[in-house]
């Protein structure tokens, strides 16, 4: 992915790493905001909000796609510590959690790239998730969860994500996750 923004330091102020990638500082720190938002806002209840809070946003980039040099992508690494209440009954890590890194986390590379674009996004709404499952991961272990993403305009966008085992240098899951903006609601006479 080239880079368009590279001298854009910024150090999270949640888990006080810093954040690479070529994406703004702008857009860093809205993201991390977006991770922390159990920190930011501890009395709204939110799904997940134990496994947002555990996540550490380590790279945003903003670049060109691999397969199409003229057209964008959004690229956002998150990783975290598997602690025990994302296990299964296995000891591993449970596929409903999968499901929602693939559902939040390719959702921050769309927003990276509509703010970077267009300095703004929109909250949109899932149409479509489907995910593979390759290989355990177990407690105590890192994953890095890895988002680009794949196409994204008019009333739909679409991100991909893999989610690795830093442990064991192998994939444990993959997805695609099919955005769109949400319908507006219907008036009754």
């Known amino acids: 992915m080239s880079s368009l923004n590279s001298d854009s330091t ?3 102020s949640y888990s006080h790493n810093v954040v690479g990638g070529s994406a703004s500082t702008h857009i860093k720190k809205l993201l991390d905001d977006l991770v922390h938002t159990p920190s930011r806002h ?7 909000s134990t496994i947002m809070d555990s996540m550490i946003l380590v790279d945003v980039s903003i670049g060109s796609m691999p397969e199409e040099s003229s057209r964008l992508e ?22 409903g959690c999968l499901a929602y890194f693939v559902d939040f986390c390719s ?3 769309l927003v990276a790239l509509d703010v970077h674009q267009s300095n703004d996004y929109t909250l949109s709404v899932s149409q479509a998730l489907n995910i593979v499952f ?12 890895v988002n680009m993403s794949v196409s994204s ?11 690795w085992n830093e442990n064991h240098k192998r994939i444990v899951a993959s997805g695609t996750h099919i ?11």
């Open 10 to 12: 910024f150090t999270s």
């Open 42 to 48: 501890p009395q709204q209840k939110l799904f997940a």
């Open 74 to 95: 959004g690229k956002v690494v998150l990783q975290l510590v598997l602690p025990t209440d994302m296990l299964n009954l296995a000891n591993t890590v449970h596929g």
């Open 107 to 109: 959702s921050l590379a």
């Open 134 to 145: 390759h290989s355990p991961a177990a407690f105590g272990e890192t994953i890095r969860i």
């Open 153 to 163: 305009g008019g009333r739909s966008a679409t991100g991909r994500t893999e989610i």
């Open 179 to 189: 955005k769109m903006l949400p319908s507006s609601p219907k008036l009754k006479l």
